[in-house]
């Protein structure tokens, strides 16, 4: 089976227009959302990111993060998030557990090669980090990538020091069907209003089921999930589906 980002790749073609990604006033098409990953893609090639090495993403959960995300998988790379609360010595040389050759950062991180980095790279991402991404090369394709190769790699504790969980394009991709078949009953509205359901081992993952489902991922940062468990009910007193917003990157994998 193909790399889960041909899932989007697909919504763009189906749905060139439908909201993929927003974030108060700014949004994302799934026809943008699969150019910008495309340029992501195209970015990361050029500065030697090859299929299999890893890319962190030290990021609060904004449009660039899922950017840079589906860019990284596209190119075939292994996304590994890191939060933001997690010190900078945590992304490791490449090759150790949860090593990266690339690490974006925000900018009030310190970036490029430091101490305590090895030969990680920091690129800092600012507001303007869409606009920028306008003039990288494009990677129009989607790397090819077996069920069983990693796709995500999560790190688990309060540093990072347990234990990795590698997460393959295979097991993600039949989360997504399983989160897809959940909330199949529901209208588009409904989908559009909040993302599946996140679990920090992988259970379930909200972009992919999102772009599978072909609805709209909202990035709210700082925005609380719902505390009760509960379904909430429309106007006319039916259930809606049980959900929670994603707001944040060490959730959303």
């Given at each position: 089976m193909s790399n889960l980002?041909?899932?989007?790749v697909e919504a763009a073609e189906?749905?060139?227009?439908?909201?993929?990604?927003?974030e108060g006033d700014s949004a994302l098409t799934y026809?943008?959302?699969d150019e910008f990953s495309a340029r992501a893609a195209g970015g990361l090639l050029a500065h030697g990111v090859r299929p299999g090495d890893r890319v962190g993403l030290r990021l609060p959960y904004v449009p660039a993060f899922a950017v840079l995300y589906f860019g990284a998988l596209r190119a075939g790379a292994v996304v590994v998030p890191y939060p933001?609360?997690?010190p900078l010595a945590v992304v490791r040389p490449r090759g150790d557990a949860g090593g990266a050759r690339l690490a974006f950062s925000t900018p009030a991180a310190p970036t490029g090669r430091e101490r305590g980095t090895g030969d990680t790279t920091l690129v800092p991402v600012g507001p303007d980090f869409l606009q920028q991404m306008a003039f990288w090369p494009q990677f129009a394709g989607v790397a090819d990538r077996a069920d069983h190769d990693p796709a995500v790699?999560?790190?688990t504790g309060a540093t990072g020091d347990a234990e990795d969980a590698v997460l393959g394009h295979g097991a993600l991709r039949e989360a997504a069907r399983t989160t897809r078949m959940l909330i199949n009953e529901a209208t588009a509205d409904d989908i559009q209003e909040s993302a599946p359901v996140l679990s920090a081992i992988g259970r379930t993952y909200g972009p992919h089921a999102v772009v599978v489902t072909g609805a709209c991922l909202p990035v709210e940062e700082g925005r609380a999930a719902p505390s009760s468990?509960?379904?909430a009910e429309r106007e006319d007193g039916t259930a809606k589906p049980r959900t929670v917003?994603?707001?944040?990157p060490a959730r959303f994998p």
């Open positions: 980002v041909t899932a989007l189906r749905h060139p227009l439908r909201l993929a990604v927003q026809a943008e959302l933001r609360t997690w790699v999560v790190r468990h509960a379904p917003r994603a707001n944040r």
